[in-house]
């Protein structure tokens, strides 16, 4: 395929949502598969919703799902400006055109009148078309009549006709032109409507392909008109399947699905969330399931989309984040970590020994599904975090523990070294075994409660070279305080 061009048309009326986030996916693999260009348009010509944080919010997130585009907002091309507020101009211009030609025209219609009008046709059990006594009126007549603000409205050829859409996503769908009457092209604040701004983007930015939500499927009529009065060739469509929450409802932003920013707070990758969305609606027609994001450029076919509703499913997504983590580069990882214990203030005496990096990433790396969770594993190991849990009581009443606890601290303060060797570890086991005649967890749980502060959760083997040897008799003597 050649001069491939799509685009990503959001609307700053809220943040970038999981649906948004696909749609701009799927474009942008399809792109970068026909070695085409990924275009980002800004559609903000409802002045009464939008707003520019959520513009900043929307491009902030494409960025960190890695979407980022060739031409643009803020980005230079020859078809800009990308942002339709500044494009207004050319809508007049084309406008104007449709008057000149006789297939627009200026209607002064009022509210009231065309409520009454609908009235009418709901009484008489007819759909409502609107039905304009200004149709035919010329723009000389037009300008005359100066006390009501006009709406330009086109005019539908009176002879219906079926449009076809061939859908990649659908197939074939019809629709015929008599499902819509006269309708708005600019408003009589002189705004232009969605419909005619798309159309007309659409053709002039040179749009080969449009892959977007199924509401928009509607939408396609009137944007086929449009190309068609303006001899323009329409782009191909593919409309996207719904998302459905898991009891097979539209998912909506009220019941559960996050922005997308909220989901890397929640400490998601953005490669597996990408992972995660392009699995709803796209097949890849094999088991596979876990793609890096280059796999999803080369594996992604848009013959491989499909149009039933996708569920989607938070705790797939969780395990898809973990199967990203899990296979990521060390210092990639702790790059990414780095910032969240920042903020956390927690502090990893181990991170200046190269290899101890590796390894604690590598032998904790299954106990964690999200960053955010890696947080809470990591915070155990931290110089100045030791808090004892409730469930450390259990052992208090064991007769052995006190005993244990000492012997512990007894065979750490013999070692000479900063952290203490598996081997090392191996052995004072051993010992205290032998000492107090105890296995099992008898002696994991003391252990891990003077190591962590919990009786439950990290594998000891896993822990046990990450934390200083001072750490470790500091908590030691801790526990024995809170013993006494
Ligand atoms: N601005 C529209 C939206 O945010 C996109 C329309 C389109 O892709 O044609 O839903």
Redesign the pocket.
Known sequence: MKNIRV?????P?GALHVG?AR?ALFNFLFAKKYGGRFILRV?DTDLDRNQEHFLTEQLTALKWLGLDWDEGMDKAGEYGPYRQSQRLDVYNQYAQKLLDSGKAYYCFLTDDELAHMKETSQKEGKPFRVKSPYRNWSQEEAKKKQNVKPVIRFKMPETAKNYVVDDVVRGRVEFPSDMIGDFVLIRSNGLPV?NFC?AVD?ALMKISH?F??E??LP?TLR?LIIFEALGWASPVYGHLSLILSTDKKKLSKREGALSCLEYKEQGHLPSALNNFLALLGWNPKDNQEVFSFSELISKFSEKNLNPAGAVFDENKLKWINAQHIRSMDYKEFWKMLQPLLDRDKINLPFLNNESLKEKSFHSLKSSFSTLKEAVEVFRFLSYDYFKIDDSVKEIFEWSHTKNLIQLWKEELEKVKTEYISLEDFKNIQNSIKTKLNIKGALLFKPLRAVMIGQVEGLELKAIIELIPRETLIQRSNQLLSQMC
Not at 7 to 11: D, I, T
């Open positions: 685009r990503f048309a959001p609307s009326t948004g749609t559609e969605y798309c659409d449009i977007r939500a509401e928009h939408n944007q």
